[in-house]
């Protein structure tokens, strides 16, 4: 190991050891204020955090977003060369994409179903009617706008989602796309005008290389940013725990979250490393080690988006990913692969009917595998958006139901039950999140090789 080498390994290592610090103090920091305040902790104290995390470190990684991805695709795309082989690398993608996230639901399901934590008597009874008003009023209270944004997305349904995928691959002004920070269609626009540029043949050099040019100019940022990931990742941490305390994890939703964090362990750990193992033929942990500073920056930021630069640096530093599958599958990854948010909103919902007394026979079941994964194909890589496509779950399990004669609904006022929560729970999904992507990008970095 040369010098250069050495000097990068220092800084990585200290870069971890410091993020993680920032992740214990946060939780701490905002832990001590909400006991203080008596769970009443004052808003300059959480706007001034949200304002370190959100604001300025947030900010700075998404200000990298729309050049790293399209500079990261269009030269990915041009590296592989021949259109045929980039059409099987990406085929190999979405299968594993796909798959993973239906491994994800179904897990998600059986494990709802057997432990049934929205009905703790197994009785049929459900969580109690208190939980369920409080909940509501939860709802209730929520900003106008955004029960506006989950009544509309509940109402467009399954085919509203299926809409909303294609327009954002074939969009009619991709500049417009990237001004509004959507990814989806900045990769379409970038994977296609990479083939075109990798046709053209030398004509189009000068544009590659001002595509990579950009990427490496982008990166070399990133890093830059990456030293204030610690604070930032304190602050947001702070925000969260401030305004909720650790303890919401407790009481009665205990066992919700038992059952959510414990299907995003065992896919974490084992189902993607058994797939690396299998597939990508490498040691699933010591990459997940490699791998460390973009998982502790996922959990912090909550955001699978704002992760990505962070994401591509490790896979292709220290991850030993080659580059041009990272700069094609982790941005196409971090739009439409949500292994953990695919699990989350399979459990969210059967556990929602579970609280109402509401049983669910196996067509709502195979509705709720085939929805959960399309909803969340379709969420945004940013904080909790897979609480709003949740209710797209929702809605069509609703309407298999009306099918039934005296069949009852589940209001989508439900999703206040777990509102109060959502945040913590959704840094956990995100790590899935993003630790499915990196798994993808090592094994078709083998078909690339």
């Known amino acids: 190991m040369n010098q250069q080498d050495t000097a990068s390994s220092s800084s990585a290592w200290l870069l971890t050891w410091l ?40 900010s700075l990684l998404k200000m990298t977003l729309v050049p790293l991805v399209a500079s990261s695709v269009i030269a990915g795309v041009a590296s592989i060369g021949d259109p045929a082989h980039l059409g099987r690398i990406g085929g190999w993608t979405l299968a594993y994409y796909f798959s993973t996230m239906v491994i994800a639901v179904v897990l998600g399901v059986i494990l709802v179903t057997a432990i049934t934590p929205g009905d703790p008597a197994g009785d049929g009874s459900g969580i109690g009617a208190a939980v369920i008003q409080q909940g509501e009023a939860a709802y209730q209270s929520e900003s106008g706008d955004k029960r ?7 109402r467009g349904g399954i085919i509203g989602a299926m809409r909303n995928i294609t327009e954002q691959l074939l969009p009619s002004n991709p500049i417009g796309a990237a001004a509004q920070g959507q990814l989806l269609p900045v990769i379409s626009f970038s994977l296609i005008l990479g083939v075109v540029l990798t046709v053209i043949g030398e004509k189009g050099r000068p544009v590659l290389a001002f595509f990579e040019a950009l990427f490496v100019a982008i990166m070399k940022l990133v890093e830059w940013i990456l ?11 702070a925000w969260t725990v401030g305004r909720i305390g650790i303890g919401a994890l407790g009481g009665p939703m205990l066992w919700y979250v038992i059952v959510v964090i414990a299907g995003l362990l065992i896919h974490g750990l084992i189902v993607l490393p058994a797939i690396l193992w299998l597939i990508g033929r490498s040691n699933p942990y010591r990459y997940m080690h490699q791998m460390r500073e973009a998982l502790m920056t996922a959990f912090g930021t909550d955001s699978s988006s704002a992760t990505l630069p962070v994401t591509i640096d490790c896979a292709e530093q220290f991850g030993g990913v ?25 459990v969210a919902v ?3 009917f579970q609280c109402y007394g509401i049983t669910l026979g196996p067509v709502e079941l195979a509705i709720i595998v085939i929805t959960a994964t399309l909803a969340a194909i379709g969420a945004a890589g940013i904080p909790s958006a897979g609480l709003v496509t949740m209710v797209i779950v929702v809605s069509a399990v609703n309407g298999s139901l009306a099918a039934l004669p005296d069949a009852p609904q589940l209001p989508l006022a439900a999703v206040g039950i777990i509102l109060g929560i959502d945040r913590i729970l959704d840094m956990c999904r995100t790590t899935v999140n993003v630790w499915g992507d990196a798994v993808g990008a090592k094994i078709i970095s083998r078909l690339v090789d």
Do not use: K, S
């Open 148 to 154: 506006a944004h989950i009544e509309t997305t509940g």
């Open 227 to 237: 030293w204030l990931a610690p604070l930032g990742v304190a602050a947001l941490v």
């Open 19 to 58: 993020i993680l610090a920032g992740l214990v103090i946060g939780a701490i920091v905002g832990q001590i204020l909400y006991v203080t305040y008596d769970a009443d902790v004052p808003a300059a104290w959480l706007q001034g955090f949200r304002f370190l995390g959100d604001t300025v470190f947030m």
């Open 322 to 346: 080659n580059p041009r599958a990272a700069r094609f599958v982790l941005p196409l990854g971090a739009t439409i692969n949500m292994d953990g948010t695919a699990l989350y909103e399979a």
């Open 350 to 352: 059967v556990f929602l």
